[in-house]
């Protein structure tokens, strides 16, 4: 399977998910931002970071660059694309996914390790994923997500949540939000599923040395989905 | 504007040194040129009081590459890799502005290791702060740790370890000590010493502005009530410019464009173009006008003393300049030619077709004055005997509680919770732990990091603080299984002209250069604070010593969890409970005087490089070093990372336990061992000459004494993880 990583100007996740995409089995192509052309791929990664700087607003300059218009059509014709931390924010910043991701609640920056329940396994980053609750890693400033009545009905009746912050034994609760995101929502998909934003990091848990190895779980599944 | 001595003193010369600058010119300096003399003789650049002391430093190792002198040490890990690091204080700036300050602190210190072809892998600190009543404590130490978030994380560098520390001596002068490690290869290593005639000398990275203009005289004064107008003297950082300028000079460096090239940190252009020039025993001539400005209408004074950030100065060889300007372009920072090396030993700037400048290069560097300034040497304080009766009201439990939630032990996950400390992907050692360690990546290495300080046992006794800080340092480095490298220090000092202060820093330097020469522990790099005053009250002596360790195969690291029950835990060294200095005798007895526990070198190293036998042996499951609190604290840390227990032992014969659990006798570790290790680790330990105590065992929860006390392990924990949170969100 092929995977692209598009590098903008501050990215700083893109080396880590490059790691991570190849020590599952893809082959995986670094693209500049101002390129125009995506190489073919079966997936495209909006990697963690600071992109442009984060100024003016999370994400929203990335969400204007050159190579993000191949990404709209990509994902438009159905294309995987996988937006991380800074690339979730990318993703909602173009439209591609509903909502905006706020300053934390404690209007701190948190790094740690966090729990998250999948909710929705119908699309290919989840199906048969055989573990409900990952352990996985947050490094974000502006993470907490939100999104108006009306789009939270419509996000909900589609199945569009992919993952709820939530303990080590599943419950979802203001103790285990760590940046009070709306219903303790850490990730959610388009409607067509195959577009998905997330703010953990899998690609720092994947060896039991780091702080965990529930990422590779996520990237073995995803590789799995895909070669069905 | 005339120049005359009043001028100069404004600019922080003294009378006599305007008087030898007028004497080497043979003529009256320039506004410029005055300038530009006051930002190479301030403190901060020449090291005029303290360069005679430095040069007794234990400098040099079979791994040194690089020692003092460059943007930053280097060692050598084996294979083609090399580490280059360095600490660096930003005090000065961070008291007044604590965000800038710190942010702009990780920012200088990053692009001193990037400078030298390294990408940063990991970035420390330590940082000190006045007593938590203090009513501007909370408010710089939250600036400050946002500011080193803000920066380091935005760069994309996990920060791996540090040290916080309140002490009402910090009131009016905080201490932000920024330290950085990067990976190079070994045959790629780039330095400062320009050479050849008619190069092109190269600006990239931001445009100059006005911030920053006076930033290191303002780092050589002492602090008045007047300090809120030095708000402006304070840089402003950029990180994400910083992150560009990181991946262009590392792309540029692919090859061989780059004759020498130096960060503009300190005195900016002025300190850069000099450095470059008086190095490679060149003159270099620099067209002001073609300096990329942010500002309109800024003068050849301003350009030369603007600290603004995220620049660097590049001697290009000759016929590469489009090359390097296509890299530029595209990360789209700015790239001018700003002038050429010369054979005339001299600094040349024109400015609107005029020269401005011109001074050689000798009167700014090697002439720059050296001070051999008086200084008083401290005795080491008398012995306190404490009485019996001291101890009788005292609990133990108490005493652990309060030592626990004292904000010199806490934990700080507070703070680290703001640092981004696993993005690359190869943190294996977070915060929390005696060091850091990140992975080599891509290889089967890893590099530990710790940085310490003792403030109060340098400020007691400077000569054994001083030998203390390094071995601190060597066995933090020890207990995750790391073989201990080099130093670099960082070195904190109120002000120079006083006698005692200067003292304090003289026999520090002296401690540290006889534990590091020991210990074979050079120091690579580092820097000197001095005027850390205000109103007349300076700080502790405080040097903080960053230590740099390998693991080879970082799957052998070792932690301070407890790992099974029924393992043993060993005191290695032995404890005799020196309580002078300690922070039981200061929190529990008041007491505050007497000497620091005394450091035995031999010992020191001996029980240091047998713990590392036994890790080798794989005999060791947990090890963590015995420092701030002694042996019950050391212990409870251990229980609290795991959330297991532990049974101690009846202490034998006459100690006093208060002595025996809360000394603070040196050299000494708690390492857990499996039962069928026992006889192995005896055998190596009595082989080495090594003393050595059972101290209990590892049982499931509580830590049970021989007289039945027992403490639950989650009540332990609260009183060592609330204390700061608290302290903040109140």
Redo the contacts between chains.
């Keep these: 399977m092929k995977s692209s990583v598009i590098i903008f100007?501050?990215s700083?996740?893109d080396?880590?998910m490059d790691?991570?995409l190849k020590k599952f089995g893809f082959k995986n192509t670094m693209v500049w931002h101002?390129d125009d052309k995506l190489p073919k791929s079966d997936l495209i990664v909006l990697p963690?970071?600071?992109s442009?700087?984060?100024?003016l607003r999370c994400g929203s300059i990335a969400g204007k660059s050159k190579i993000i218009n191949s990404v709209i059509d990509f994902a438009k014709t159905g294309g995987l694309v996988l937006g991380i931390c800074n690339g979730f924010q990318i993703l909602t910043e173009t439209g591609l996914l509903p909502g905006v991701l706020l300053q934390n609640k404690n209007i701190?920056?948190?790094?740690?390790n966090v729990f998250v329940k999948i909710n929705d396994k119908n699309n290919k980053y989840f199906n048969k994923i055989n573990k409900e609750i990952l352990e996985l890693?947050i490094?974000h400033?502006e993470g907490n997500y939100f999104c108006s009545d009306d789009e939270l009905k419509e996000i909900e009746n589609n199945n569009q949540i992919a993952a709820y912050y939530c303990d080590e034994k599943g419950n979802c609760d203001n103790d285990s939000n760590p940046n009070g995101a709306l219903k303790n929502i850490a990730g959610i998909l388009n409607k067509e599923k195959n577009i998905l934003g997330m703010m953990p990091?899998p690609?720092?848990m994947?060896d039991k040395?780091?702080?965990g190895e529930d990422g590779s779980i996520f990237f073995k599944n995803l590789l799995k989905n895909l070669k069905i | 504007m005339t120049v005359n001595e009043k001028v100069a003193i404004d600019h922080g010369l003294k009378k006599d040194e305007y008087k030898k600058i007028c004497d080497l010119l043979k003529r009256t300096p320039n506004i410029t040129e005055l300038a530009i003399f006051s930002a190479m003789w301030n403190e901060h650049c020449s090291y005029k009081s303290s360069r005679k002391h430095l040069k007794n430093l234990h400098t040099k190792g079979k791994k040194v590459i690089q020692g003092p002198g460059e943007n930053a040490g280097v060692i050598d890990i084996g294979d083609d890799d090399a580490i280059v690091f360095k600490i660096e204080s930003h005090n000065h700036p961070s008291f007044i502005e604590p965000y800038q300050g710190a942010a702009t602190g990780v920012g200088g210190i990053m692009r001193d290791v990037f400078t030298m072809g390294a990408r940063p892998i990991a970035n420390l600190n330590s940082i000190h702060f006045g007593s938590p009543q203090h009513k501007k404590t909370k408010n710089l130490l939250r600036g400050v740790v946002?500011g080193i978030?803000?920066y380091g994380?935005?760069?994309?560098v996990p920060t791996i370890a540090g040290q916080t520390n309140f002490d009402d001596s910090y009131n009016g002068n905080i201490l932000v000590n920024a330290m950085t490690l990067g990976l190079v290869n070994k045959k790629k290593i780039f330095y400062s010493k320009a050479a050849g005639i008619n190069k092109p000398v190269i600006y990239v990275g931001s445009k100059t502005g006005r911030d920053g203009i006076h930033g290191a005289s303002m780092a050589s004064a002492v602090f008045d009530d007047k300090i809120e107008e030095k708000k402006p003297t304070v840089q402003v950082g950029?990180?994400?410019?910083e992150?560009?300028l990181l991946e262009a000079c590392l792309e540029l460096m692919a090859d061989d464009s780059i004759i020498s090239i130096q960060d503009m940190g300190a005195a900016g252009l002025t300190s850069s173009s000099v450095e470059m020039a008086s190095k490679g025993k060149l003159g270099i001539e620099l067209n002001l006008n073609k300096v990329p400005c942010r500002e309109e209408k800024m003068s050849p004074y301003e350009i030369m003393l603007s600290e603004s950030q995220e620049r660097m100065l590049i001697v290009l060889e000759s016929g590469k300049e489009e090359k390097a300007k296509k890299i530029f372009d595209?990360?789209?920072l700015d790239f001018a030619i700003i002038g050429k090396t010369t054979n005339s030993k001299k600094i040349e700037l024109y400015f609107d077709e005029e020269k401005v400048c011109d001074i050689p290069i000798d009167f700014l560097a090697e002439n720059a004055p050296v001070y051999d300034r008086k200084w008083k040497k401290i005795k080491l304080p008398q012995s306190i005997k404490f009485k019996k009766q001291e101890f009788k009201s005292l609990k133990i439990e108490n005493c652990l509680k309060k030592l626990l939630s004292h904000q010199n032990i806490c934990d700080k996950q507070w703070i680290?919770?703001?640092?981004?400390?696993?993005?690359?992907?190869?943190?294996?050692q977070?915060p929390g732990g005696d060091s850091g360690v990140v992975?080599i990546h891509g290889t089967s290495k890893a590099v530990a990091a710790s940085v310490d300080s003792s403030a109060l046992y340098c400020f007691a006794h400077p000569l054994s603080g001083g030998k203390q800080i390094v071995c601190e340092s060597w066995r933090n480095l020890i207990s995750v299984g790391a073989e201990p490298i080099a130093i670099t220090n960082c070195l904190n000092f109120g002000n120079p002209e006083k006698e005692k202060n200067m003292g304090e820093f003289v026999e520090c330097v002296q401690g540290i250069s006889e534990a590091c020469k020991y210990l074979d522990f050079p120091v690579v790099s580092g820097n000197v604070s001095f005027y850390n005053e205000t109103k007349d009250k300076g700080i502790k002596p405080t040097p903080s010593i960053g230590g740099v360790g390998i693991i080879k195969d970082?799957?052998n690291?070792i932690s301070m969890d407890l790992k099974n029950s029924g393992n043993i835990v060993l005191v290695i060294g032995k404890t005799i409970g020196h309580l002078e200095q300690s922070i039981f005798a200061r929190e529990i007895l008041s007491e505050k005087k007497g000497p620091p526990p005394e450091v035995n070198l031999f010992n020191e190293k001996n029980n240091g490089l047998t713990v590392l036998k036994m890790m080798n042996e794989k005999l060791v499951e947990s090890c963590h070093d015995i420092s701030l609190g002694g042996i019950l604290v050391a212990i409870s840390k251990m229980c609290i990372k795991s959330k297991k227990g532990f049974k101690l032992n009846q202490l034998k014969g006459l100690v006093n336990k208060f002595e025996y659990f809360f000394g603070e006798d040196q050299a000494r570790y708690l390492i857990e061992i499996r039962k069928e290790n026992l006889s192995k680790a005896d055998k190596i330990l009595k082989g080495n000459s090594v003393h050595y105590d059972e101290l209990g065992s590892v049982i499931d929860k509580n830590i049970e004494f021989s007289d039945e006390i027992k403490l639950s392990i989650d009540d332990l924990e609260k009183s060592y993880k609330n204390w700061l949170r608290k302290y903040m969100v109140n």
């Excluded at chain 2, 994380?153 to 994309?156: L, S």
């Excluded at chain 2, 950029?238 to 410019?241: G, I, L, Q, S, V």
Aim: aromatic share 16%; with cysteine; proline share 3%.
């Design positions: 100007p501050g700083n996740c080396r880590d790691v991570a101002n963690g970071g600071f442009y700087g984060d100024y701190e920056f948190i790094c740690k890693h490094a400033n990091h690609e720092r994947i040395y780091l702080s | 946002k978030g803000g994380n935005c760069i994309g950029d990180p994400f410019t992150k560009l595209k990360w789209d680290w919770d703001q640092y981004d400390h696993t993005v690359m992907g190869d943190t294996i977070k992975r970082y799957k690291m």
